[in-house]
């Protein structure tokens, strides 16, 4: 007897919308043409790297109507691989084709004002935090926090731009004056043992299933390694996994959310962030999982059924940034053992993710640092395993 497809599901052909042209829109084309899916991108850059893989690119502006109108036209469902689309935007698009997850999600986390009311309010802990409009708002937000403490925009914002880490209140105005678009946000210092992220997928009948929480490394500010899974105590990683579960039900949320968090001394869990999208942290489960988060994420969309998040080793992800770090793909792709990916991006600038590597190891066989230099072969000289510290957020990825 055939077994047919969910209410609601698309059907093999299908085309879906994919808002944005990077890196998370491309491998999430790739996972898709797997399903029996088209994918057609809209991107305000030519020659982007989703463009590469989809069926079509449509090349114009985020905001403008006419372009919005012709992409969703041609889709059956649209989603997203960045946030950063104007509400205006997202009613067009809302109001012409199913959007995955919906613009309320994305209005969330798109206003690290909205994200932290909402978090709080769903029961989820954070870094103590104040909202602040002028130097009134700022001399009471630092009244009240304390120093240090980090001052950031509300939007956009991402790989440590659009803040300022502010010990004294001379930083502090210094960074007001500075920073822009207002309002911005001051938030406490958390002083983390260790950042972990947690990446869900929910779909069309609210089932959800979460991958095992990942450590988080960073270099300049940029994510540089995860270790999957995070060597933390199991019943500290249970609980974020919980805890990334709940916030993706408060959302309703259809399609993939990643949850990044602080593990503090004393095992407490912090909501730094979230994120509707695929995400870096999760780049790891393509090579040791049996589904990737970019598998999972066109599942929901698509209103398919989800596996379960499982995995069948554990992993290493190692970010290629830069022109340095690139130039040693040459080395990468001759060694045994490495999984290179790149993501065909023509110029290879400073701070730049052009690509990221990944190597396995036998489930429950994550070994220590040592252990992990000497795996990662030629990346040695740039994967020194940095001691952790206090580092303000990541933020929204770029394409």
């Given at each position: 007897?055939?077994?047919?497809?969910?209410?609601?599901?698309?059907?093999?052909?299908?085309?879906?919308?994919?808002?944005?042209?990077?890196?998370?829109?491309?491998?999430?084309?790739?996972?898709?043409?797997?399903?029996?899916?088209?994918?057609?991108?809209?991107?305000?850059?030519?020659?982007?790297?989703?463009?590469?893989?989809?069926?079509?690119?449509?090349?114009?502006?985020?905001?403008?109507?006419?372009?919005?109108?012709?992409?969703?036209?041609?889709?059956?469902?649209?989603?997203?691989?960045?946030?950063?689309?104007?509400?205006?935007?997202?009613?067009?698009?809302?109001?012409?084709?199913?959007?995955?997850?919906?613009?309320?999600?994305?209005?969330?986390?798109?206003?690290?004002?909205?994200?932290?009311?909402?978090?709080?309010?769903?029961?989820?802990?954070?870094?103590p935090?104040?909202?602040?409009n002028?130097?009134?708002g700022?001399?009471?937000?630092?009244?009240?926090?304390?120093?240090?403490?980090?001052?950031?925009?509300?939007?956009?914002?991402?790989?440590?731009?659009?803040?300022?880490?502010?010990?004294?209140?001379?930083?502090?105005?210094?960074?007001?004056?500075?920073?822009?678009?207002?309002?911005?946000?001051?938030?406490?210092?958390?002083?983390?043992?260790?950042?972990?992220s947690?990446?869900?997928?929910?779909?069309?009948?609210?089932?959800?299933?979460?991958?095992?929480?990942?450590?988080?490394?960073?270099?300049?500010?940029?994510?540089?390694?995860?270790?999957?899974?995070?060597?933390?105590?199991?019943?500290?990683?249970?609980?974020?996994?919980?805890?990334?579960?709940?916030?993706?039900?408060?959302?309703?949320?259809?399609?993939l959310?990643?949850?990044?968090?602080?593990?503090?001394?004393?095992?407490?869990?912090?909501?730094?962030?979230?994120?509707?999208?695929?995400?870096?942290?999760?780049?790891?489960?393509?090579?040791?999982?049996?589904?990737?988060?970019?598998?999972?994420?066109?599942?929901?969309?698509?209103?398919?059924?989800?596996?379960?998040?499982?995995?069948?080793?554990?992993?290493?992800?190692?970010?290629?940034?830069?022109?340095?770090?690139?130039?040693?793909?040459?080395?990468?792709?001759?060694?045994?053992?490495?999984?290179?990916?790149?993501?065909?991006?023509?110029?290879?600038?400073?701070?730049?993710k052009?690509?990221?590597?990944t190597?396995?190891?036998?489930?429950?066989?994550?070994?220590?640092?040592?252990?992990?230099?000497?795996?990662?072969g030629?990346?040695?000289?740039?994967?020194?395993?940095?001691?952790?510290?206090?580092?303000?957020?990541?933020?929204?990825?770029?394409?």
């Amino acid at each position: 007897m055939p077994v047919c497809l969910p209410a609601g599901a698309l059907a093999p052909g299908a085309t879906i919308g994919i808002v944005g042209g990077g890196q998370l829109g491309r491998m999430s084309a790739m996972a898709a043409a797997r399903l029996g899916y088209r994918c057609l991108i809209l991107s305000d850059e030519p020659d982007c790297p989703a463009s590469h893989v989809a069926l079509g690119c449509i090349v114009g502006d985020y905001d403008n109507p006419d372009t919005l109108r012709a992409f969703a036209e041609a889709v059956d469902v649209i989603t997203f691989e960045f946030e950063n689309v104007s509400a205006r935007g997202l009613d067009l698009l809302a109001a012409l084709r199913p959007v995955r997850p919906g613009a309320a999600v994305l209005r969330i986390s798109q206003d690290r004002v909205a994200e932290k009311s909402f978090l709080n309010q769903a029961g989820a802990a954070t870094a103590p935090w104040a909202e602040v409009n002028d130097a009134a708002g700022l001399e009471a937000a630092l009244a009240r926090i304390g120093l240090p403490a980090i001052l950031k925009t509300t939007r956009l914002g991402y790989d440590g731009k659009g803040q300022a880490l502010v010990r004294c209140p001379a930083e502090a105005h210094a960074a007001l004056l500075e920073l822009s678009p207002k309002p911005l946000i001051l938030e406490g210092f958390v002083d983390f043992a260790c950042e972990i992220s947690v990446i869900v997928a929910r779909g069309l009948d609210g089932g959800a299933t979460a991958f095992d929480a990942v450590e988080n490394r960073h270099r300049d500010h940029i994510l540089d390694l995860t270790l999957a899974p995070a060597p933390i105590d199991p019943e500290i990683a249970a609980r974020a996994r919980g805890l990334a579960l709940r916030v993706a039900d408060a959302l309703d949320l259809v399609g993939l959310l990643a949850v990044e968090m602080f593990v503090t001394a004393q095992g407490e869990v912090v909501v730094n962030e979230i994120a509707p999208r695929p995400h870096n942290s999760g780049h790891w489960t393509i090579d040791a999982c049996p589904a990737s988060q970019f598998e999972l994420h066109i599942r929901a969309v698509a209103g398919l059924k989800l596996p379960t998040a499982g995995r069948h080793s554990d992993a290493v992800m190692k970010n290629l940034v830069g022109p340095a770090q690139t130039a040693l793909w040459p080395a990468i792709v001759a060694t045994d053992g490495l999984i290179g990916h790149l993501y065909g991006k023509t110029e290879a600038r400073p701070g730049r993710k052009m690509g990221h590597v990944t190597r396995l190891f036998p489930r429950g066989g994550l070994p220590g640092a040592f252990g992990i230099r000497a795996a990662l072969g030629p990346l040695l000289p740039e994967a020194d395993l940095p001691d952790q510290g206090i580092e303000p957020e990541g933020g929204v990825e770029p394409g």
